[in-house]
């Protein structure tokens, strides 16, 4: 049984006002990832470590220069054929929640799982996408990689 919309909706909202756009459906989902270039698919969660940890974490990382294209997120519990489509994607990954996966072209090039979550802060968290962000979405990557 989902989480009532109520509950769910301010963790929602900090993402959106973070310019991340919600997946509803796997076939949004289908579309965000078949879309060129980086795509950050962020799996939101009502725990702890999410609200303390993943989400800052998220939005200190996005202070940076290098980002990726889109940012898009589903919603563990709430969204729940959505979210088992993005993690169809976190292929040789087991399902947590939260986590955060870097797709480039459709494929995974950098996760964080929840078990990569809860053991760092926020600003941990923030130095590990930047890290991803330079490798996989900077100018220079696309040439590169």
């Known amino acids: 049984m989902p989480y009532p ?3 769910v909706a301010p963790m929602r909202q900090e993402l959106i006002d973070l310019g991340v756009t919600e997946l509803r459906t796997p076939a949004e989902v289908d579309a965000a990832v078949a879309q060129p270039g980086t795509t ?3 799996v939101n969660s009502v725990c702890g470590c999410a609200a303390g940890k993943a989400r800052p974490g998220l939005a200190l990382s996005l202070r940076g220069p290098n980002r990726p294209d889109r940012l898009v997120s589903v919603f563990a519990g709430f969204d729940v054929d959505a979210t088992d489509r ?3 994607y976190f292929t040789g990954v087991p399902p947590s929640s939260p986590s955060i996966g870097l797709m480039r072209e459709g494929k995974l090039v950098a996760m964080l799982q929840r078990s990569d979550i809860e053991n760092r802060d926020a600003l941990m968290i923030a130095n590990a996408l930047t890290s991803a962000y330079n490798e996989f979405c900077a100018p220079s990557a696309v040439t590169q990689n």
């Open 5 to 7: 919309e109520y509950l």
């Open 40 to 42: 950050l698919v962020i």
């Open 86 to 88: 993005a993690r169809r």
